[in-house]
């Protein structure tokens, strides 16, 4: 009876897996998603609570979802009120190694191919691994390292962007020529950066610059002529840490860096908090950073038209100095122009957004859209067709995603 | 000759500090900070946080190391901000850095940003992060990698 019982099982089972698929595929032709239980099973809590999105242009939500040994991916047909299956990532079990600052990443090109950057511990602590796929996260390419020194060096801090030929671009904080500058003090790395653009191939690391501050999240960009720019908080002499914009010239190669903030924060510390960059149709960066310099503490805000020659001044101050504000995020469409961050209460953490109708010039008033007790993800602004989402993931409340209104 | 016994009485601490027991990290949990100051009152205090990824806050440790050799008398208390599971990492750091006889603790709230808001509701969550609390338990936050000098004149003052 027992063994009658356990066969037929095993058959349903099998069918599950032949037929799921075929059902998958025939309600996205619909539109919608089809109540599957999940292929992997990671159950509801995210590493951290840490997950990362990105739209597809079809304006699909694709989620990477970490766990402590797994890297899963999910989409949404219905702005993440419902989840497809689960897609795993890496075939073999890692150690994989996130925080806020440092989260997993995943970015869809316009040709729908899907990319996903993950940290793990392998021979040496936090590296990167790289895979993608073309067949809508049912595979996913093997793994692989982006730096050419895992096994010796820290790489971590990553950045990954697409361009619209799909090209894609890393940018990483990677500790190969050390962490101490016997000039500008302790925790300053090089930033290096790589790109993807066939099937085959290793990725060329190749150093962009020294002095970077090891543990703030650098930001990048595209611009309008679809070259990165990066905002970094550097070392400077004095060991003073404020932002320097670079950016990829005409000719391939990359620009020295220009201090486009000063705010004279002169610490030997980790602050871990790194700024935001988003640039507009017309070229204009638009910046959002936290200091506590001799000049300003807090978070604030500026633009740039010509990539940190000049900019504008004073900067704006954003947020509540009495609840910590911090980990702001930018994003320009258009003439719109729209920020997030967040700030706590020493009971939950809250999200607050202010938005510009005239690229930056007057502002809203800030608005507090989001809660959640427990560990937070930093608020990320995303952008699907012409419209603002806040996506924010923590313990507490899962991912939340909300359209921002011009309110 | 004053090279010398400076030199000596170094090697002197050094080999006494080996042979002390080792702290294990405690788990630093809501309220344990308070307990921590509150067991050391009506004496000067340090309180460092720091992190076992934090470049400054290793670089910082020589300092520290130095300052524990010349005062031993000076309660001297390490809160690594990492997570409590690395608790094996961060003794074998304090163990590299000749620091693991110091009291020791760990962060063991899911939530750092609520641990360090009742530390000190002004802290962003930079590090290192030092604390000089004077007899009176009057406090004083410092952030970043100070000179031994530094430190000198804040336990001074």
């Not at chain 1, 990671?42 to 766990?67: E, N, V, Y």
């Not at chain 1, 638009?286 to 004073?314: C, K, M, N």
């Not at chain 2, 030199?7 to 921590?36: C, H, I, M, W």
Request: charged content about 20%; proline content about 5%.
């Amino acid at each position: 009876m027992f063994k009658r019982s356990k066969k037929k099982t095993s058959l349903q089972f099998i069918w599950f897996f032949i037929l799921a698929p075929l059902l998958l595929t025939a309600c996205q032709s619909t539109g919608k998603i089809a109540s599957l239980k999940p292929y992997h099973d990671h159950g509801s809590a995210a590493l951290k609570g840490i997950i990362a999105t990105d739209f597809a242009p079809d304006g699909t939500l694709w989620r990477l979802f970490p766990t402590d040994k797994n890297i899963f991916v999910e989409y949404s047909t219905d702005l993440g009120r419902s989840f497809s299956r689960s897609f795993k990532v890496n075939p073999k079990q890692q150690k994989i190694n996130i925080w806020a600052e440092n989260p997993p990443i995943i970015k869809v090109s316009r040709s729908g191919r899907i990319h996903v950057l993950y940290y793990a511990d392998e021979d040496q602590r936090a590296t990167t691994y790289f895979s993608y796929s073309d067949d809508q996260g049912r595979t996913f390419s093997t793994p692989i390292l982006v730096s050419d020194e895992a096994a010796t060096s820290m790489h971590y801090m990553d950045q990954m962007l697409v361009d619209s030929t799909g090209k894609v671009y890393f940018f990483w904080h990677d500790t190969r020529h050390g962490r101490h500058d016997p000039k500008l003090g302790s925790g300053v790395v090089s930033l290096y950066y790589t790109t993807f653009d066939s099937l085959n191939g290793r990725l060329q690391n190749q150093k962009i610059t020294g002095g970077i501050c090891s543990c703030c999240r650098t930001a990048t960009a595209l611009a309008p002529n679809d070259k990165p720019v990066i905002l970094a908080r550097m070392v400077l002499e004095k060991g003073i840490r404020d932002h320097a914009l670079i950016r990829l010239l005409d000719n391939n190669q990359w620009s020295q860096p220009i201090q486009a903030i000063t705010d004279d924060w002169r610490v030997d510390a980790c602050p871990e908090h790194g700024p935001a960059i988003s640039i507009d149709d017309q070229g204009r960066s638009h910046l959002v950073w936290f200091t506590l310099g001799e000049q300003r503490q807090g978070i604030f805000y500026a633009h740039t038209d010509d990539y940190g020659h000049h900019v504008s001044h004073p900067p704006l101050a954003l947020g509540d100095s009495s609840q910590l504000p911090g980990h702001p995020d930018v994003l320009a469409i258009g003439n719109r122009v729209y920020l997030a961050w967040q700030e706590f209460d020493g009971e939950q953490t809250h999200i607050v957004v202010q938005h510009s109708h005239d690229r930056g010039a007057s502002w809203s008033n800030r608005k507090q859209v989001l809660s959640a007790p427990g560990r937070t993800a930093h608020p990320q602004l995303i952008q699907q067709n012409d419209n603002a989402y806040l996506i924010w993931s923590s313990e507490g409340k899962g991912l939340q995603l909300l359209a921002i209104n011009n309110d | 000759m004053f090279k010398f016994l400076s030199t000596t009485l170094l090697l002197f601490f050094t080999v006494v500090v080996s042979a002390n027991d080792v702290n294990e990290p405690k788990s630093l949990r809501l309220g344990s900070y308070q307990e921590l100051v509150a067991k050391h009152d009506a004496k000067p205090l340090v309180v460092v946080f720091w992190s076992i990824t934090c470049a400054s806050c290793l670089k910082e440790m020589a300092t520290i190391k130095e300052i524990h050799l010349e005062q031993p008398g000076l309660p001297i208390v390490m809160v690594s901000i990492d997570d409590n599971a690395e608790a094996p990492a961060v003794l074998a750091t304090l163990q590299d850095k000749g620091l693991s006889d110091l009291e020791s603790w760990v962060f063991a709230e899911s939530n750092a940003q609520r641990l360090r808001y009742e530390i000190d509701s002004n802290w962003y969550g930079e590090i290192p992060r030092l604390y000089f609390f004077d007899a009176d338990h009057k406090r004083r936050g410092i952030s970043g990698k100070i000179s031994k000098a530094d430190w000198l004149e804040l336990l001074a003052s």
